[in-house]
């Protein structure tokens, strides 16, 4: 039975830099089940980034529809689009952007600061802490807890990132070259780590240009020219990978 | 909750916030120092100025006075018993005042008061200088030079009417460092010429054998204002060079009932000098010389006099003083006594002499506030423009503020698109740095009313100490600002407002750049490097 957590259909998008019209995405459609680990690749400038910005509400297509657990995303509120960026989705971004003055610990708790008032912080906290205390076991950074991000080497501030990601347990986390700033060893700890997350149940649709980095994924697609590389009979090509979800959410 | 967390965690982290902070600190200390010296000198001005004279006067504003007032003032203390406690007359006129001694000289304002009335009318008595150490014993009557003399062991020793008085005056005092003061500082004896012990030599005071009491030629008394005879110390108080009941004089300028000079040379009369007066305030005490009502009438020809045609004169005076009981509302006892004033006038017109009828009309019944309405009035719009002035520098810092947030909001792009990425509002966004503008007012408001309220309680001592580094930093001169000292009283009213004041311009300031942190658009915010 087909279990699609996420779905864009025919997503257009064009800026305006100067003068000139870029159109970044030409029509980009895409399916991802719940459990999946979906890369989308591409080379540089062909529109990944743009697609997952659009996928997670931060940015809003000229043309097309973003369905998140069938519903519309951009047919709703932006309050509603901000609480499903709070509540539904994780970022990953290529340079981690944390919050310079705040530590590890703080970092990882800002989602759910976002989501909670003053009074029911106050309620709430505890139990807060202790989620993001397991997050940090799970990424092996229980003893940085106090550290500032100026404190911690590339890798550990991604896992840092991959941590606020997933303290609000989302049920969708979108990856950004979450490697692409990092050396081979710490790139490959982070994807050992997406796949650990993964296989607990975590639908993770990430994109990179590295095809060695998608290799990881149980599905991959091509995003050429701004649309998604299709087969003849139009659907979305299906990744080179065999593998497939084996897994419920959790 | 993330609003007051990050705005929080920015105050302490951010070095630019600092400057937020300074700014705000410093314009509330400032307008706090503004308004605290202000408020304070208008509210020394009310207060002095309700103790001067008395809750009522009639006044015609002429020098040569008006008639009938005795008459109106048996009148209404039958007419308003209820209302009106005490009536009593003042004579005021401008005169030389002179220390034949020293040949010193000086203008002076002459008030013409019964004294026992005038000290129940007004607050006189607490800025008597010897009539506080030695109760009972400065009036304005015939009086003697007291002189020490010196007892069985050597020690120095007043009449026993003093000596009395000053034991009173220990007994009564509940500040026990007020007598220490007293004793500590010789100069109260010392203001006493002594009868020099015989085996000494000289004894030019001497009524006998080392004999305290009183030697001179009997004159009335007078009672000078303190700026007007003694120097001022820079601690506040006096230096007094002259002996209590040492010969001075006034030389007055009689008027005729007409106001013209009665032709007469000037009348010099000669006064010993019983003690001096500080109100606060420098104008009156830098001029007034306080003698005998009734002996003062008679010199400046304001007492009945015989007339050609076998009659007598009307007897003048300036003013009348009423004093009312407790409770009574002011104005509605002034009301009381104008409308009775009217029909007395009404009354005299008839038979009053052409001369007379002028002043009688133009006689005026106010309350203490609205004769010192003028000075008043006058201090308050100076207040007013002062903190206008000082509110208008304010708005610079206001500005700076707004700059300051701009470079703080340009400096925190990409943060914003992260907070964005996680399910910040854009209006949670601008709300933060609005939080995080509010925070920087509060600090600063909390600093600078501590700085300020600091300032202002030690003004005096700060202007002391810069006035030993250099004399020319002396900037609060009582001959201006009517006062000895500046005032230093922080009012909580006004800090709060103050403090209010600065913590919603502090968010104003940052309304702008707040409302464009909040339209950042997050995937432009996180490619910002």
């Known amino acids: ?250 | 909750m993330y609003k007051w967390f990050l705005a929080w965690r920015y105050l302490h982290t951010k070095l630019i916030a600092l400057f937020g902070v300074a700014s705000v600190t410093l314009c509330v200390a400032m307008v706090l120092v503004v308004l605290s010296v202000m408020g304070g000198f208008l509210d020394t001005v009310r207060s002095r100025s309700k103790g001067l004279h008395s809750q009522i006067v009639l006044d015609s504003g002429f020098l040569q006075g008006f008639p009938y007032y005795a008459e109106f003032g048996e009148l209404v203390e039958e007419e308003l018993p209820e209302v009106v406690k005490l009536t009593s007359p003042a004579i005021y006129s401008y005169g030389i005042f002179r220390v034949p001694a020293t040949s010193y000289t000086k203008p002076a304002r002459i008030l013409g008061v019964r004294l026992d009335e005038y000290l129940q009318l007004n607050e006189m008595r607490k800025g008597l200088h010897y009539e506080r150490y030695y109760p009972g014993t400065t009036h304005l009557g015939m009086q003697q030079m007291p002189v020490a003399g010196f007892d069985a062991n050597g020690d120095m020793q007043l009449a026993q009417d003093l000596r009395e008085a000053n034991k009173k005056w220990r007994q009564d005092e509940k500040d026990v460092d007020s007598i220490a003061n007293f004793d500590a500082e010789p100069f109260e004896l010392s203001m006493y010429p002594k009868v020099v012990p015989t085996n000494v030599g000289s004894r030019a005071f001497a009524l006998g054998p080392e004999e305290p009491g009183y030697i001179g030629r009997e004159k009335h008394g007078v009672i000078v204002g303190c700026d007007l005879l003694n120097s001022r110390r820079s601690d506040g108080n006096f230096d007094r060079h002259l002996a209590r009941g040492t010969d001075v004089a006034i030389t007055l300028l009689p008027l005729t009932s007409r106001g013209n000079v009665t032709g007469e040379p000037p009348v010099r009369v000669p006064l010993r000098y019983a003690d001096d007066s500080r109100t606060g305030i420098f104008e009156i005490d830098s001029m007034s010389v306080y003698v005998d009502f009734d002996f003062v009438q008679h010199k400046l020809g304001m007492d009945a006099q015989d007339l050609v045609d076998g009659g007598k004169s009307d007897a003048r005076a300036n003013q009348l003083l009423v004093g009312i009981h407790d409770g009574v509302d002011l104005d509605e006892a002034a009301a009381q006594i104008r409308e009775l004033w009217a029909g007395f006038v009404e009354t005299k017109l008839m038979d009053v002499s052409p001369t007379d009828r002028y002043p009688l009309t133009e006689v005026s019944v106010m309350t203490w506030e609205d004769m010192q309405r003028p000075l008043i009035a006058a201090v308050e719009k100076e207040k007013i423009l002062v903190t206008f002035l000082f509110a208008l520098i304010s708005i610079v810092a206001i500005v700076l503020l707004g700059c300051i947030f701009f470079m703080i909001v340009e400096k925190k792009t990409r943060d914003i698109g992260i907070m964005k990425a996680i399910g910040a509002s854009s209006r949670g966004v601008a709300g933060l740095f609005v939080a995080y503008a509010g925070a920087v007012g509060v600090t600063g408001s909390i600093l600078g009313l501590f700085i300020g309220s600091l300032f202002v309680w030690n003004i005096n001592d700060i202007q002391d100490f810069l006035a030993n580094l250099n004399p020319q930093l002396r900037v609060w001169s009582p001959e201006i600002y009517s006062f000895d000292t500046i005032p230093e009283v922080v009012k909580k009213a006004d800090a709060i407002w103050v403090a209010a004041i600065a913590v919603v311009s502090s968010i104003v300031g940052s309304l702008i750049p707040a409302t464009l942190a909040g339209r950042v658009w997050p995937v432009q915010a996180l490619r910002y490097e």
């Open chain 1, 1 to 250: 039975m087909s279990n699609v957590i996420l779905k864009a259909r025919s997503v257009h998008k064009t800026y305006t830099m100067g003068k000139a019209e870029v159109r970044v995405l030409r029509g980009a459609s895409l399916e991802a089940q719940a459990g999946e680990f979906l890369v989308v690749t591409g080379a540089s400038g062909s529109g990944k980034s743009t697609l997952l910005h659009i996928l997670g509400g931060l940015d809003i297509p000229d043309q097309g529809a973003v369905e998140f657990e069938g519903h519309d995303v951009f047919a709703q509120s932006q309050m509603a689009r901000n609480t499903y960026r709070n509540r539904q989705v994780g970022f990953v971004f290529q340079f981690y952007h944390l919050l310079p003055e705040l530590n590890v610990l703080e970092n990882i708790l800002m989602p759910k600061l976002v989501s909670h008032s003053a009074l029911s912080w106050l309620t709430g906290r505890g139990q807060a802490k202790l989620e993001a205390m397991d997050l940090l076991d799970r990424v092996g950074l229980r003893e940085r807890a106090g550290h500032r991000p100026n404190e911690l080497s590339g890798g550990e501030r991604q896992r840092v990132a991959l941590a606020r990601a997933l303290i609000n347990r989302p049920a969708l986390l979108l990856a950004d070259e979450p490697t692409g700033n990092l050396d081979e060893k710490k790139g490959a700890d982070i994807l050992d780590l997406l796949s650990e997350f993964n296989e607990a149940g975590q639908t993770i649709v990430m994109v990179t240009h590295d095809a060695r980095v998608a290799a990881r994924a149980h599905r991959r697609i091509e995003l050429v020219g701004g649309a998604i590389q299709s087969k003849r009979d139009g659907s979305p090509s299906v990744a080179d990978s065999d593998s497939q979800p084996t897994h419920a959410l959790s």
